[in-house]
């Protein structure tokens, strides 16, 4: 696929999260491809603290993401990372967020947001996607490969935006080792 052509997707190859935390371990650039995202509609609730706080976080979005009627059959579900790492106190800044379908937007919008949450519109654009099953173990080691050592390689360079993390299948609904998520890097084709 040319840094234009993205007629052609693909289902993205699965890498193992846990394969990521092997150094020693090469990986092929054809683990990642490039797809287009639409424009997305999301409701955002930030995590700004400690990552052992995250899970509180996380609580809180899911209540208020059932109250909303917002559930993951329907709405897709994201983390947005702001930071590649925590500032000098050892916070993060991390969203937690899940996707406004067309059916839900018209009561979101009128209804008042939990203290806390908030709405956010991404514009449609390219994403460099790299897909691992098995959890969490991984997923900063790979993306932190796909933004150093894919793409100085690839046809692209980073676009203005965020790093984000789809959550196609997670805990509760599926066993741990079944996770699976798409780590989606903002590209555009190199000039």
Known sequence: ??????????????TLS?????????????????????????????????????????RHFVEQRKQLELFPNISRTFSL???????????WHIGIAAEIPPQRKA????GKLAEGFRLHLFGAGEYARLRLQGGEAGLMLAAQWLIEHWLPQSAYEMAEGIVLFERLQFPPFVEPEQALVDILVPVEARI
């Open 1 to 14: 696929m040319t840094a234009t052509d993205t007629s052609k997707q693909t289902t993205p190859q699965v």
């Open 18 to 58: 846990a394969d990521w935390t092997d150094s020693s371990r090469q990986w092929s650039n054809e683990v990642v491809d490039v797809t287009e995202l639409p424009s997305l509609s999301l409701l955002v609730h930030d995590h700004r603290g400690p990552i052992e706080q995250l899970q509180q976080s996380i």
């Open 81 to 91: 990372n702001y930071r590649r790492a925590p500032d000098a106190d050892g916070n």
């Open 107 to 110: 009561a979101i919008n009128a």
